[in-house]
């Protein structure tokens, strides 16, 4: 079974700005960010240092210091989510995290725990459409890793199409929400990749917020030329050069973190 290459939002326009470290994060000291953030010991705060601990190991680093800053992203949201079970940027990092964690130990109760807390945080924030990004990722990671994957863990593309569709709806100016819709529909067919330009060029006009957007949008315009081209192949390699945490699935061998419910379900 191919492993999902997952998401990677970066959760613009929901940090409150009053919170420890955010004009950090926004001009990108994102190590700053979430050494302020997480010193703070508040929920915002907490939630900010994961953030910011997904952007550092997902864009700026890589090898066994990519995985650090993703198992110091996990604590980080770990603490954020016992102090509010229903946080929203805490609970969509926590289940990216997870989602790449099970992607670096080939593990699909990692990748099931990552769908299962994007699922409470709907069930508990109906129509936010951050979260129903994030379930549109998770869809179109699983179900890009082939058949296998798909059966084992649930992955629709149909599904991750009408994620993407409503979270652009309820918030059709966020860079991170189209981000990943760009990337899942490079990876199909003609069709989509020539909706994968028009989406592609909606991102490029937009005025990024803060510096993890246009991390981003730098990512996603490497995928102009191949769109214009419509280079199915170079397309889908960009993608995969262009993802986060890309080489996480070479160090396997590190100690896994350990994966625990800290949310009721019916709570």
């Not at 990108?28 to 010193?39: E, H, I, L, T």
């Not at 079970?85 to 990692?110: D, I, M, Q, T």
């Not at 069930?123 to 699983?142: C, F, K, N, R, Y």
């Amino acid at each position: 079974m191919k492993t999902a290459a997952f998401l990677m939002l970066i959760l613009t326009s929901w940090q409150p700005a009053e919170t420890p470290g955010w004009p950090d994060f926004v001009n990108g000291a994102f190590s700053k960010a979430r050494d302020v953030a997480a010193a703070s010991n508040t929920v915002d705060g907490l939630a900010l240092a994961c953030r910011s601990g997904l952007v550092i190991g997902g864009f700026k680093q890589d090898g066994e210091q990519s995985v650090l800053s993703l198992h110091r992203a996990l604590a980080d949201c770990e603490a954020a989510l016992k102090l509010d079970p229903h946080n929203v940027v805490a609970s969509v990092s926590y289940a990216l995290a997870l989602g790449y964690e099970g992607k670096r130990l080939k593990k699909a109760s990692y990748i099931n725990a990552s769908r299962e807390q994007l699922e409470h945080a709907l069930e508990q924030t109906p129509g936010d459409p951050l979260i129903m990004a994030a379930l549109g990722g998770w869809h179109s990671a699983v179900s890009n890793a082939g058949f296998l994957a798909r059966i084992a863990l649930g992955g629709s593309r149909k599904d991750a199409e009408q994620y993407f569709r409503q979270a652009i709806a309820l918030d059709d100016r966020s860079i991170g929400i189209r981000f990943e819709y760009v990337r899942f529909l490079a990876r199909g067919d003609r069709e989509e990749r020539a909706q994968a330009l028009k989406q592609l060029k909606i991102v490029l006009s937009l005025s990024p917020e803060d510096a993890a957007e246009k991390i981003m949008q730098t990512r996603l315009s490497e995928l102009l030329k191949p769109l214009e081209q419509d280079d199915k192949s170079e397309a889908r390699d960009t993608v995969f050069r262009t993802s986060a945490f890309r080489d996480i699935r070479d160090w396997s061998d590190l100690e896994p973190y350990q994966l625990m419910p800290l949310v009721d379900p019916h709570s």
